[in-house]
């Protein structure tokens, strides 16, 4: 909402405050101001000119040269390039020195040869919108009324030395979607009165219920209809008053009649529609529902297929306006129209706002019923539209009121206790004060058995509880004054949840490994939705996405985070590791919501340590991964129940996959990016983890009890196996924990060879295997017995001591 | 005899003296002293002479030996200390080379953000709540006071995924989720997480951002306990000197509604670049819970009342940090993730 303080200064006087002390009051107590802005933008020395003569320039077809007056001695010569330009005419004109908006000054100049002291001007030179400007006026210079004075200030006549404030409306304040409306607000913070309009107009003896017939088919959408009827009206230009304010409330001057429905809509908030009364045709008004498939050409120029929920205005026979959005082609007031009808209707918020939203189409009348106008302010608008048009364009306006009207317009009553005000607020405001501020909102308020009982004007329709009031007297008694308390404490004790304090420790084992955290996108192209996903289900698609790009939600967190790797790598950033923890969406069915998984991510690629100057670097592998890994699960306590199993997976290196396994359920996967994908996404060797968090955070975990100290000095052997080059060294160790007794308590691999040494098809592979018993020290022969127990079930599985 | 004595001695002296090494001066020693050295011959020859003589001589050879052996030592120290000198001068380093790195990544300004804030408020004695972040129509905007036809649905543009389930708008349907699971009893929450709106990615906008919203729900909750936990919060994200302020604002779900603004952390209230010139900083919008809200998760909104506010994190941490373009948050460019890499107390 646009507010031209000049215009508001007409209903309330705020005349003690600059216009950015106002608008501070006006945000600080409830509507935010965006902007205020200077109309005359530092413009200077433009004024009044009179077209003298024009003659053509010698030397150039489309200039002309103008003698003007601009009230002084002597005329001053203008070259003018605008088409519409002539003698006679009194125009804006800058003079030399002259700052216009835009940083642009005017100087004495020679156009071909002839002298231009100055420059005749267009609206649109002065800083107004093109969008604003009469059409008559769009593509040349604005011509002034005759009875403009030559070397007056032409920035007080255009009624730009005014300030506009620019309201940001939250949708519950639509009353201060009219200059009312402001009005009554800014009354209530300074604490003054409202001085309304007033509608004055001598009827003439002919009845409007004379020449219209009214028929309402659904009074629950529209509830109330005031049709006026005005004769002999002579449709022209509006006076220049008329036009600057309907341009500073940023709506466009067509002509006097269409004027007046505007400026009434912008200062009532109440939509009005004039119809040329002879183009009706039938002298009848019918409102009804559309039929399905009707269709009408709206004023611009569409022609619209209509539904059963939209609500018409029609003539008896045909659509003649979509009721609350937009008028239609037939029936538009033009040059020749001499009798209107003026309609204001109050249209159910629902209907036009979803006729609106159907027909793509958001008017200024839509955007103020779809919020609900005052009820109260219905047949007054009509009555103003009635007065003005018979004072700015000269109509007769016939007697009566042609109406149906079974709208409530009873206030609202809301009674609160101002125990329950304060208790709110927290606060200790006095029962005079509170109705003092009441009365300032022009509320009717009365003080009874320890409540207040408020009636709520109609204008504000967006109060009618209690909290409500709570609300008005806070604003207006000032949120400053509100005193800082912390809540009483309760039973709670507060604290992360297990599950969230095990993912912070997710993320200190990542990055203590040397990670980096990443947050990429939920959403992700339906082809990269199940791309590396541990799981597919069914995917879970946008109605309308705004891309392809992002039109599924994800099932695996590795695209995006392989993406994210490769725009490092794009940008010299060579040794990336990232990770992520975020959620997978697995739909099952389309009417319920998918199931959100909480999964963690790894992505690295290029150096793991990087040690230059000594010579130390290693590259990233699968085992560098695979470590993480274990970090992680030796830090939850879960390294007993994983194992790993070599896996083909989809886009993944078939011989450097794995699944990891918790208690024998996979819920996860390392692997090397297959070569094709790392040469898609320009990546040397990267390695990829992804793993169900929530599985590895919600398994049981054994409890942390102490375990002696070994006093006793452990026994260790080694074992060197020939082994097929297939066979998994983590079978040979699973065998060696098997049929070790209790006293062997560690197997650890420590040389893995295959080359020269050993036949093409086989490997070698050490193990180091630790005995001790916690109480005593071990005797050789209790350490070949149970070593001897492992060699044997290694020669029962094949496995050859070298 | 005597004087074959003493040309040894000097002899041996001046061979020790010329030593340059351990290994040499054994060489001497094995040469001089052993078995088979002139010493040993020198003993061996007693026997020729007189028995006054022999004690006389023996004597002086134990002399002798026992001054050579004495000099063997001090030199043998000598050479072993200029030895460790020279081993310590050959192993010296240069201090200035780089460190051998210890890998260190960091969480992400986002995480960072919201940890700081989940803290805060657990040390008031919060618990943290999460939720999906695809949600049901019902909990991000019905049972949040925004019934179906509700104008203000208009403020936010939502992904649908079918005409009942939605991409979560906001974190505020926790709230609603949680609200109904407490059955009536008082709550007190702070809700991360990820939230989604139809908007083009650009530097100030972003199809995904974080938000966190809090609340707390219980007999004699007041806009003054709302306005008290804000501060403490501004003050621990921008400082002790902050102060905020409170302007009406509406939002569905609360009534009253205020936007929250923090004083100015870079000029401190005269004006700049990052307060528009006005010393205040828009940071979150907040209020009392709608009473429809309340009754609708099943509480009476006459014996209890509640209040909720909402923060964009993106917001917080670009302001925190001075971060220009939120798309910076979600390239994961290590050069700008790598700058978190520092804790803060
Ligand atoms: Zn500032």
């Known amino acids: 909402m646009l507010v031209s303080l000049k215009w508001l200064s007409q209903y309330v006087d705020f005349s003690n405050l600059a216009p950015a002390e106002l608008a501070e009051k006006i945000t600080r107590s409830g509507i935010e101001v965006d902007a205020v802005i200077d109309r005359s933008q530092g413009m200077t020395n433009v004024v009044v000119g009179h077209v003298v003569s024009k003659e053509k320039h010698p030397e150039a077809d489309k200039l002309n040269i103008c003698q003007v007056d601009v009230g002084e001695e002597s005329l001053q010569q203008i070259i003018c390039g605008a088409p519409n330009v002539d003698a006679g005419q009194k ?175 912008l200062e009532y908030g109440q939509p009005l529609h004039a119809f040329d009364y002879d183009q009706l045709g039938t002298g009848k008004i019918v409102t009804r529902p559309a039929q399905a498939g009707e269709k009408m050409t709206t004023l611009d120029d569409v022609e619209r297929t209509l539904q059963p929920h939209n609500y018409l205005i029609t003539n008896g026979e045909v659509a003649e306006a979509v009721a609350g959005v937009m008028g239609g082609a037939k029936s538009e007031v033009s040059d020749a129209t001499t009798t209107v009808v003026i309609e204001s209707a109050y249209f159910a918020g629902p209907s036009v706002r979803r006729t609106s939203k159907d027909l793509g189409l958001r008017s200024d009348s839509s955007a103020r019923f779809e919020k609900g106008v005052d009820p109260n302010r219905v047949l007054l608008a009509a009555e103003r539209a009635a007065g003005l048009l018979a004072e700015l364009a000269g109509g007769e306006v016939l007697e009566g009121t042609v109406l149906v009207d079974e709208l409530d317009k009873t206030p609202k009553r809301v009674v609160v206790s101002p125990d329950f005000i304060n208790g709110r607020l927290g606060m200790k405001i006095s029962l005079e004060d509170m109705i003092a501020i009441l009365n300032r909102l022009q509320f009717g308020v009365e003080a009874a058995n320890g409540l207040l009982i408020v009636d709520v004007p109609t204008r504000r329709g967006d109060i009618t509880i209690e909290e409500d009031i ?253 082994l097929e080059r297939t066979t998994p060294a983590g079978e040979i160790e699973a065998i060696i924990r098997k049929a070790g007794t209790k006293l062997l308590k560690n197997v650890k691999v420590f040389d893995v060879y295959q080359g020269e040494k050993v036949a093409a098809d086989k490997k070698s592979v050490a193990f180091s295997l630790t005995y001790f018993d916690a109480e005593r020290t071990l005797t050789d022969e209790e350490v070949v017995a149970a070593h001897n127990k492992v060699l044997k079930a290694l020669a029962e599985a094949g496995a050859e001591v070298r | 005899m005597e004087q074959q004595l003493n040309q040894l001695k000097e002899e041996v002296l001046k061979k020790i003296e010329e030593a340059a090494n351990l290994k040499a001066l054994n060489e001497v020693r094995v040469a001089y002293l052993g078995k088979k050295g002139p010493i040993t011959d020198l003993l061996k020859g007693m026997g020729k002479l007189s028995a006054e003589e022999r004690p006389k001589m023996g004597a002086l050879v134990n002399a002798v030996r026992e001054h050579v052996t004495a000099e063997l030592e001090a030199k043998a120290a000598n050479l072993e200390d200029q ?141 003054s306990d709302l306005k008290g936990t804000l501060d403490v919060l501004t003050k621990k994200m921008f400082g002790a000197d902050r102060e905020i302020r409170l302007r009406p604002s509406f939002f569905p779900f609360t009534e009253p509604s205020v936007e929250v603004d923090v004083s100015c952390f870079k000029c401190g209230g005269t004006g700049c670049n990052v307060c528009k010139q006005t010393g205040w900083i828009e940071i979150l919008g907040s209020g009392m819970v709608h009473p429809n809200v309340l009754e609708m998760a099943g509480y009476d909104s006459k014996k209890v009342s509640g209040f909720a506010f909402g923060i964009g994190v993106e917001r917080i941490a670009m302001l925190k940090y001075g971060v220009d373009d939120i798309r910076h948050f979600y390239t994961n460019d290590v050069r700008f993730l790598s700058q978190f890499e520092r804790a803060e107390g």
């Not at chain 1, 946008?542 to 599924?552: A, D, F, G, I, N």
Request: net charge negative; aromatic share 6%; with cysteine.
């Open chain 2, 83 to 223: 030895a460790i000198q020279a081993q310590l001068e050959q192993e010296s380093i240069d201090v200035t080379l780089p460190g051998a790195a210890i890998k260190a990544g960091n969480r992400h300004p986002l995480t960072r953000v919201i940890e700081e804030i989940e803290d805060l408020f657990i040390s008031m004695g919060y618990e943290i709540a999460e939720g999906p972040e695809v949600e049901k129509d019902y909990y991000n905007f019905e049972a949040l006071n925004l019934p179906k036809d509700h104008p203000a649905r208009d403020m936010q543009d939502t992904f649908y995924i079918s005409e009942e389930i939605l991409l979560r708008t906001q974190t505020s349907p926790v709230q609603a989720r949680t609200m109904e699971a407490k059955e009536g009893a008082a709550v007190r929450i702070i809700c991360p997480g990820k939230v989604f709106r139809r908007d083009s990615d650009d530097a100030t906008h972003s199809h995904q951002f974080m938000q966190i919203e809090g609340l707390v729900v219980g007999e004699n909750i007041c806009m």
């Open chain 1, 91 to 265: 125009v804006i004109v800058a003079r030399p020195g002259a700052h216009l908006p835009g940083g642009i000054k005017i100087k004495k100049a020679k156009l071909r040869g002839q002298e231009s002291n100055g420059m005749i001007c267009s609206l649109q030179e002065l800083g107004i919108e093109g969008r604003l400007v009469p059409k008559a006026y769009a593509e040349g210079i604005y011509v002034l009324p005759e009875d403009s004075v030559p070397g007056t200030d032409a920035l007080e006549l255009l009624g730009l030395r005014d300030t506009v404030l620019e309201l940001g409306l939250t949708a519950n304040r639509s009353d201060a979607m009219s200059m009312l409306g402001v009005a009554y607000e800014v009354a209530a913070i300074l604490g003054t009165d409202v001085k309304l309009p007033e509608s004055t107009y001598i009827a003439s003896n002919e009845k409007a219920a004379d020449v219209l017939q009214l028929e309402v088919q659904d009074t629950t959408v529209n509830p109330l209809y005031a049709a006026k009827v005005i004769k002999n009206i002579k449709v022209a230009e509006s006076p220049l008053w008329l036009q600057h304010y309907l341009m500073a409330g940023g709506i466009r001057p067509h002509n006097n009649v269409v004027d007046i429905t505007n400026y009434i809509l």
């Open chain 1, 470 to 722: 709570v609300e008005e007297i806070a604003r207006l008694y000032g949120y400053d004054e509100i005193p800082m308390t912390l809540p009483a404490s309760g039973e709670q004790v507060g604290g992360l949840t297990p599950y969230q304090a095990k993912r912070r420790i997710v993320r200190n084992v990542m990055e203590g490994a040397g990670l980096y955290q990443a947050v990429t996108y939920s959403l992700t192209s339906a082809a990269a939705a199940q791309k590396f996903a541990l799981q597919k289900e069914e995917t879970t698609k946008l109605l309308m996405p705004m891309s392809e790009e992002h039109s599924t939600l994800r099932q695996s967190l590795l695209p995006h985070l392989i993406d994210a790797v490769s725009h490092n790598v794009a940008r010299q950033v060579n040794d990336v590791a990232l990770y992520e923890i975020g959620s997978v969406f697995l739909g099952k069915t389309a009417e319920e919501l998918p199931h959100e998984e909480e999964h963690l991510a790894l992505v690295l690629t290029g150096r793991w340590t990087d040690n230059a100057w000594q010579g130390e670097k290693k590259a990233v592998d699968f085992f560098v991964a695979k470590g993480i890994v274990e970090a992680l699960f030796s830090k939850l306590g879960l390294t007993a129940g994983v194992s790993y199993e070599k896996a083909v997976v989809d886009g993944l290196h078939p011989g450097r996959t794995a699944h990891i396994l918790l208690n024998g359920e996979v819920i996860g996967l390392i692997g090397q990016l297959h070569p094709a994908e790392q040469k898609k996404s320009d990546l040397k060797e990267t390695y990829v983890v992804e793993m169900k968090l929530a599985a590895i955070l919600t398994a049981e975990v054994e409890e942390l009890v102490y375990k002696a100290v070994p006093r006793f000095p452990s026994i260790t052997r080694d074992i060197a196996l020939e």
